[in-house]
Structure formats: structure tokens, C-alpha cells
């Protein structure tokens, strides 16, 4: 009977070792488990179509809008930012990437950067968001009645044309004739220039266009728009903008006053500018990605209409040109440097 007992006994204690074995076993496999979803981080990939100064203040802004939430890189989410140097190839192939490394959320910054990112993300079901999007319903990321597309949200840069109007006629009382150079292939300088060609009328304007299809189209186009208009004034046009020095370089040759279409512009050398915070564009941007890595899907999210605007000067370029600031401008902010 003791033998018995004591069999039984051992019997006892091999089993509780067994069982706590199998506990501290399943304790580890917990606690890794628990640690890897711990260390899983929200992924965002980031694709600015060119780059200039005004989708860089988008980016920064965006980083800030979302650190603003309590997200920040490295820490809580990833941020993969890619630049696509205006080529529409390698935009695609950067959004395809972002699939590929399974991003949790894709971000276009200027029009063919968001209209890349959505035809990747509607592919893949990844939720887009767009920021410096002039016109989201002529893109084709916006529907026509104002609604949210499933799947995608963003913010506008609708350019303050009216303003930018008064302006120039505050500017340069005796002008006639504003050229605009624009790039075919962007949606959104075509739905500017309409809106142009609208309004310049009531200011006693004629708006003149040159096209191009490429960056080596620039310095001959510039040459032939100069010689036909008293001014220039810039779009959000990517190529454009890319090779404003170029441009500004021959208009200063002819003494024709350039102006631009934000602040950046205008800091580098150009007259003046009604223009966007491009830095709090992308910070409203930002929230909405907050908004989405916290569970809202982006139909959710209205797209918002961003109307404030401010207007700038270059006191050097002024000196150059001859111009004098206006009086009705004086509470402008000087970006000369």
C-alpha cells in the first residue's frame, strides 16, 4: 500500500511540474504575441509628386498635424516619405511599393500623386488621403454632388484667384495682358486657368496660356509667353513650378513682373502672392490621418474647403522692378530675403 502511495505521490508531482511547464510555456508564447502586436506599427506611406517648397510645407505639416494627435514617427506609426521628382512613372511604382510593403494608409500630396495613390488603394482596399488637391471632382477623387468617394478623403488648395486678381491689378494699375504657363497633363491648372479666364474680365485682364508637355519645353515657352503679356502670375502647376527659375530668370531679363502662387514662390523671387498656409494644408491633413489610424474609414470624413489666404511681397524684387508697394497691401508680409 505504500508503494502505491508513493507512486501516487510521484505521480502528483510530475504532473504539477508537467502543468507548470506547459504554463510558463504558454506564458512565453503570450508574452511574445503580446510584444509583437506591441511593436506592430501603423504604416503610412507618404508620396509627394515633385519637389518644391510649397508640398514640402505640406509634408511638414502633415508630420505636425499628426504629432498634434499623438502620433509620431518611429514611435507609434511609420512614415515611408518618397518624393517622385514630377515623374508619373515612378509615382506609380513608389504607390505599388507602398502595397507591396503593406502600408495601412497611402497619402498623395499634389494631384498625380492622390489620383496614383487611389487607383493603387482602391485595388488593394488601403485608404487614401489627399493633400494640395486643387479641383478632388474634375481629379476624379471627389464625386460630383461634393460626396466623399469610398475610400478616399483629402484636403483642396483651391487657389485664391479673385484675390490673386486684385492683386495683381493693386500691383500694376496699367496691365492688360497676364500670361499663364501650364503643364497638359494637370488637371488642376486646366481647372484654374477656366477659372482665370472667368474672372480676369471684371479686373480688366486677358488671360493668355502657354502649353507644355515637358520640363524642356520651359525656357522657349517662357521666351514666347513674355513677349504677349505685361505680367505672369503662377498656378500650383508642379512642372511649372519646378522650373520657375528658369522662368523667372527671362521675365527679369524683359522687366516683366512674375508673380506667384504661395508664399515659397515669393521668398525665391517673385513679386507677390495671394496664397495658402501650405504648412496648416497639411496639418488639417494630418488630424484626418489621426482620424483613420483611430478606426474612422475616409468616406467618413468630409473633405474640407480651405478659403483663407494671405497676401505676400518681395520688397528686393519690388527695388528691381520698380514697383511700389500699394497702400492697400501694406499690411502684406515682406519674404524678401
Known amino acids: 500500500m505504500k508503494f502505491f502511495k508513493n507512486i501516487n505521490a510521484k505521480n502528483i508531482v510530475m504532473a504539477l511540474l508537467t ?9 512565453k508564447k503570450e508574452s511574445t504575441a503580446s510584444s509583437e502586436d506591441s511593436s506592430k506599427k501603423f504604416k503610412i506611406g507618404v ?3 515633385a519637389e518644391h517648397g510649397s508640398l514640402k510645407n505640406c509634408h511638414d505639416g502633415f508630420v505636425l498635424g499628426l504629432k498634434e494627435a ?38 498623395g500630396i499634389a494631384t498625380p500623386a492622390a489620383q496614383a495613390a487611389f487607383n493603387e488603394g482602391r485595388k488593394n482596399n488601403i485608404p487614401v488621403i489627399f493633400n494640395a488637391v486643387t479641383d478632388p471632382k474634375l481629379a476624379k477623387l471627389q464625386n ?26 493693386a500691383f500694376l494699375p496699367e496691365a ?39 520640363a524642356g519645353d520651359v525656357p522657349l515657352a517662357a521666351q514666347s509667353l513674355i513677349s504677349k503679356v ?16 528658369v522662368i523667372m ?39 484626418m490621418a489621426a482620424a483613420i489610424i483611430e478606426g474612422k474609414k475616409p468616406e467618413e470624413l468630409p473633405i474640407p474647403e480651405i478659403s483663407e489666404s494671405s497676401p505676400f511681397y518681395n520688397s528686393k524684387t519690388l527695388n528691381e522692378l520698380g514697383l511700389t508697394l500699394p497702400e492697400s497691401y501694406k499690411h502684406a508680409k515682406d519674404l524678401a530675403k
Open 19 to 27: 502543468a507548470s511547464a506547459l504554463v510558463a510555456c504558454g506564458d
Open 47 to 49: 508620396v509627394q509628386f
Open 70 to 107: 499623438g502620433y509620431e514617427d518611429g514611435k507609434n506609426i511609420e512614415i515611408d516619405y518618397q518624393i517622385a521628382q514630377a515623374d508619373t512613372g515612378l509615382t506609380n511604382q513608389i504607390v505599388q511599393n507602398f502595397s507591396s510593403n503593406k502600408a495601412d494608409l497611402i497619402v
Open 144 to 169: 460630383e454632388d461634393g460626396s466623399n468617394m469610398v475610400g478616399i478623403t483629402g484636403t483642396n488648395d483651391r487657389l485664391p484667384i479673385k484675390q490673386q486678381l486684385e492683386l495683381i491689378r
Open 176 to 214: 492688360k495682358k497676364i500670361g499663364i504657363m501650364y503643364n497638359t497633363a494637370e488637371d488642376n491648372s486646366l481647372a484654374s486657368i477656366k477659372i482665370y479666364e472667368k474672372l480676369a474680365p471684371d479686373y480688366g485682364f486677358e488671360i493668355v496660356t502657354q502649353a507644355i508637355t515637358n
Open 230 to 245: 505685361d505680367a505672369l502670375t503662377n498656378l500650383t502647376d508642379n512642372m511649372v513650378v519646378q522650373n520657375m527659375q
Open 249 to 287: 530668370e527671362k521675365a527679369k531679363e524683359a522687366k516683366i513682373p512674375y508673380f506667384g502662387s504661395e508664399q515659397e514662390q515669393v521668398a525665391l523671387g517673385l513679386v507677390a502672392a495671394e496664397g495658402l498656409d501650405y504648412v496648416a494644408l497639411g496639418k488639417t491633413t494630418g488630424k
